[in-house]
């Protein structure tokens, strides 16, 4: 009975596979990246060199940047072996590309069909394949428990919300979870909830949440205190950093930046959408708000000008320590959150929307210990705004217990390392 929801699940996904090649189509009209390499999304894939192999996939950017610290320890444990890095957008690649250039290989994830799963597995010959957070694929455990190759769930989360969408699909959910080899969990809810819909007991761990494991190194901070230096300017600027927002989110944070004008004297908003092929939308949107706008992808320093755009990509860990306060996207549309672990590392006040689903353990570690604020509304942020910038002591306070938090909480690599040394 089992197999007959996945091969069901797996006709679906057949029929479907040219609106989703028509999908990649729409989205290479403003990312031009997502019409080519089409052939990998079906497992045509280098063969491996020969080195056995460890599979790591991140389905984007946020799962590839936790993954950084995760894939350096990897390479040095285990010298021996080759990584193969997978995700499935082209943002993921390009951070794949910069952070690991020719020490990894990286293509992008097989669709999760019978032969293109297969095709890949055939030509890679993975040892161990390390999923990042949330992206399980029937098919793909499948193949894997078929070929006897463990598959580990790294830095495990599941929402309340993930969770009930998955209980309505529990035939197929069922067997696939009982595929994975070990669900290395961020938190005991999220492991709760993993139980719940199928996974046994004894596959589940508890290992914490890897972001809290970031490392700032001496060229990131001396980056970082060059931007600050710069972008405040002779006039010693307050500067408000606004990072990984979304559509519906930037209009908010511009009627909100308007009043903070009214009150402050000369702010700068850095402004950093999520997506790039938004870029050049938000700039419009900017100007037509009636902000000067300066783009750092043109390399000159935002002057006088009221907003600097953050066009760039793989600078925002910089960003975050070249702000007073740091606003997290995501969070004012119901996204789940992106990582506000990476401004609490700085020591920097961070703020955010109410949806934070995405980012539940973390978010409540930060508000319960007094370095993060909640804001519904463009109001309540220019007021908080207002009163960190006019209150030092407040605003030193928040980014101090923010980076304690942060330092409190690491170890999870470690415990995840472990896991992944009994299981390859």
């Not at 993993?194 to 914490?208: C, K, V």
């Not at 903070?260 to 908003?269: G, S």
């Not at 938000?282 to 600097?308: Q, Y």
């Not at 960190?388 to 605003?395: D, F, H, M, S």
Request: hydrophobic share 45%.
């Amino acid at each position: 009975m089992n197999c007959l929801f996945r091969l069901i699940y797996s006709v679906i996904f057949y029929l479907l596979t040219p609106l989703i090649l028509a999908r990649l189509l729409y989205r290479a009209v403003k990312a031009p990246a997502y019409r080519l390499r089409w052939a990998e999304r079906f497992g045509f894939v280098p063969l491996s060199g020969g080195k056995p192999v460890i599979w790591l996939h991140a389905v984007s950017v946020g799962e590839t940047l936790a993954a950084v610290p995760l894939v350096k320890a990897l390479q040095e444990k285990y010298p021996n072996h080759r990584l193969t890095l997978t995700c499935m957008t082209p943002t993921g690649s390009e951070r794949i590309k910069a952070a690991f250039g020719d020490s990894v290989d990286h293509c992008y994830a097989p669709y999760d069909m019978p032969d293109s799963v297969a095709r890949l597995l055939n030509r890679v010959k993975p040892k161990i394949l390390i999923i990042m957070e949330t992206e399980l694929w029937p098919n793909t455990i499948a193949a894997c428990h078929k070929r006897n190759i463990p598959v580990l769930l790294a830095n495990g989360r599941l929402s309340e919300k993930s969770a009930a969408a998955y209980r309505r699909i529990a035939p197929l959910v069922r067997p696939m979870l009982a595929g994975l080899t070990t669900v290395a969990a961020q938190h005991k809810d999220d492991g709760a909830r993993f139980t719940d819909l199928g996974l046994a007991e004894t596959a589940l761990s508890i290992t914490g949440n890897i972001k809290f494991d970031l490392s700032l190194d001496n060229i990131t901070r001396g980056k970082a205190r060059a931007l600050l230096t710069e972008w405040r300017g002779v006039s010693e600027r307050p500067i408000l950093l606004a990072a990984s927002t979304h559509r519906g989110e930037d209009e908010i944070i511009l009627q909100a930046f308007k009043k903070i004008k009214d009150r402050i004297n000369n702010p700068l908003l850095v402004l950093v959408p999520r997506h790039p092929e938004r870029f050049n939308q938000v700039a419009e949107l900017c100007g037509a708000t009636g902000f000067s706008v300066a783009k750092r992808s043109s390399g000159d320093s935002p002057g006088n000008a009221d907003i600097l755009l953050g066009d760039t990509m793989g600078e925002l860990m910089c960003f975050f320590g070249a702000c007073d306060i740091a606003f997290v996207g995501g969070s004012l549309v119901p996204t789940g959150g992106h990582n506000m672990i990476e401004p609490a590392a700085w020591g920097v006040p961070v703020l955010s929307g109410p949806h934070l689903f995405n980012f539940s353990e973390a978010s409540q570690l930060l508000l319960n210990g007094g370095a993060m604020q909640i804001c519904q509304s463009a109001d309540q942020m220019a007021e908080q705004v207002v009163e960190l910038i006019q209150n030092q002591a407040q605003r030193d306070e928040m980014g101090g217990a923010a980076q304690r938090i942060a330092e409190a909480n690491r170890g999870a690599l470690d415990r995840l390392l472990s896991l992944i040394d009994k299981t390859i």
